[in-house]
């Protein structure tokens, strides 16, 4: 079955960046969207199809794709930003949807 | 507005049944496939299930084949998941998600029921 590899963990300093990567064979082929979401609430899309933003998400929260690797970026991170993130992805060999395993982003 | 509001979590023993509905608004909901996720005390995110807008097509994660069963009624904007031979390991909340018309990803979520097998 398809995989998806986010870190368990990312750490940034408000203001800074933030990037949180997802791994996955042949992902360049894959529309990947991200998903953040806070303790106890629904997931919120903020990414998808690779490098698009819902209305409403900040321009802050970009998304990229190089390689088997795709990114979702976080710049001038804030103390809300605070939260767990998913990559996702449609795996259209086996018709099921695939999830990272999420990442925690820590603001410091 | 897009509302997805969820109902019919709850305890239930191993062996169990429950039915889970997502009552929706604000959007033509026969346009659009419908999703099941779920989340287990402290894990991330698993899809569970895929219903197409006319319900012609469902797909199902691997552990959710022959145990549980995707469904919607379009003329009552109503997504259902029936589970039946329920497991311990099946405890998470259940949040029902709307695919948008031209993506394959989630952009709108119920708020979630909790399923506690035990």
């Known amino acids: 079955s398809y995989v998806l590899t986010q870190p368990p963990s990312v750490s940034v300093a408000p203001g800074k960046t933030a990037m949180i990567t997802c791994g996955g064979d042949n992902i360049g082929s894959q529309n990947v969207h991200w998903y953040q979401q806070r303790p106890g609430q629904a997931p919120v899309l903020v990414v998808f199809?690779?490098?698009d933003r819902p209305s409403g998400i900040p321009e802050r929260f970009s998304g990229s794709k190089s390689g088997n690797t795709a990114t979702l970026t976080v710049s001038r991170v804030e103390a809300g930003d605070e939260a767990d993130y998913y990559c996702q992805v449609w795996d259209t060999s086996s018709d099921h949807q695939v999830f990272g395993g999420g990442t925690k982003l820590t603001v410091l | 507005e897009v509302q997805l509001m969820q109902s019919g979590g709850g305890f239930v023993q191993p062996g169990g049944s429950l039915r889970l509905s997502c009552s929706t608004s604000?959007?033509?909901?026969?346009?659009?496939?419908m999703k099941w996720v779920r989340q287990a005390p402290g894990k991330g995110l698993e899809w569970v299930a895929y219903?197409?807008?006319?319900?012609?097509?469902?797909h199902y994660a691997d552990f959710a084949k022959g145990r549980f069963t995707i469904s919607r009624d379009n003329a009552k904007n109503l997504l259902l998941l029936q589970m039946q031979s329920l497991r311990v390991e099946d405890t998470a909340v259940y949040y029902c998600a709307r695919e948008p018309e031209n993506s394959g990803c989630s952009d709108y979520w119920g708020q979630g029921a909790l399923v506690t097998v035990s």
């Open positions: 199809d690779d490098d």
């Open positions: 219903i197409s807008s006319g319900s012609v097509t469902v």
């Open positions: 604000g959007f033509t909901f026969g346009n659009h496939v």
